[in-house]
């Protein structure tokens, strides 16, 4: 079962604009959420996070909106720059279980 | 720090041959530890997570095995690779904070 999706599996920007990912959830109880992000053939590196007591969370040029009543996430980067081209995948939890992932969406920043 | 290490980095079996990946955290006790795979074009599944050494939950049925005979060392095996198999596997290990982090990553190409 797919508890948390990212329904676009890629998405291309030009250098300095904004990079908007998406992600969204079915699981009510998830908690806790985070962003990854990936370049090929390296393990994934976490980014920033959001609990479900807040809305938003900031951290330098990414920021992280959480609307529990949509059940939806998003990543927000701006200025986007050719470095953040990568996979990024969105997680969701519950506190102390197992985490569940996006199928991930590959960014491409052009110059 | 904490750091996570697994090896090999990559590997090519035939079809048929057995499967050991081997996964150690440093810094930490007690993890909850994680092997996830990146099929070609796909997301993260988790495919195993344990709570402490010899307690295995299996997310996914398939022909692979995980143990945790130390504290800080987990271990994806099979008995007989299938085609199947072939994939990006990573080891995770979770913070307090909960959040995940995650090795390297092993390439497997079963052939």
């Known amino acids: 079962d797919q508890q948390v999706k990212q329904n676009s599996p890629s998405l291309s920007v030009q250098e300095g604009r904004i990079s908007i990912l998406n992600c969204d959830y079915t699981?009510?109880?998830?908690?806790?959420f985070l962003w990854y992000k990936k370049y090929p053939a390296e393990g994934p590196t976490f980014l920033i996070s959001?609990?479900?007591?807040?809305d938003k969370n900031e951290d330098g040029r990414f920021t992280v909106f959480l609307n529990k009543s949509a059940k939806h996430l998003s990543l927000h980067i701006v200025p986007s720059q050719p470095g953040d081209s990568a996979v990024y995948f969105c997680a969701a939890s519950v506190l102390n279980n197992d985490m569940r992932f996006g199928a991930g969406t590959r960014l491409t920043v052009k110059p | 720090s904490q750091t996570i290490h697994q090896w090999p980095a990559t590997l090519v079996q035939p079809v048929g041959s057995p499967l050991s990946l081997e996964c150690t955290v440093e810094g930490t006790s007690n993890p909850n530890l994680y092997w996830y795979r990146q099929a070609a074009g796909r997301g993260l599944q988790l495919l195993f997570y344990?709570?402490?050494?010899?307690?295995i939950s299996s997310e996914v049925p398939q022909n692979l095995s995980a143990s945790r005979p130390q504290d800080r060392q987990f271990i994806l095996s099979s008995k007989k690779l299938l085609l199947s198999d072939s994939g990006f596997y990573l080891c995770?290990?979770?913070?307090?904070?909960?959040?995940?982090?995650f090795g390297e990553g092993s390439w497997l190409t079963v052939v």
């Open positions: 995770a290990w979770r913070d307090e904070g909960n959040t995940i982090y």
């Open positions: 699981n009510s109880m998830f908690d806790y």
């Open positions: 959001i609990s479900s007591i807040k």
């Open positions: 344990s709570v402490g050494i010899g307690q």
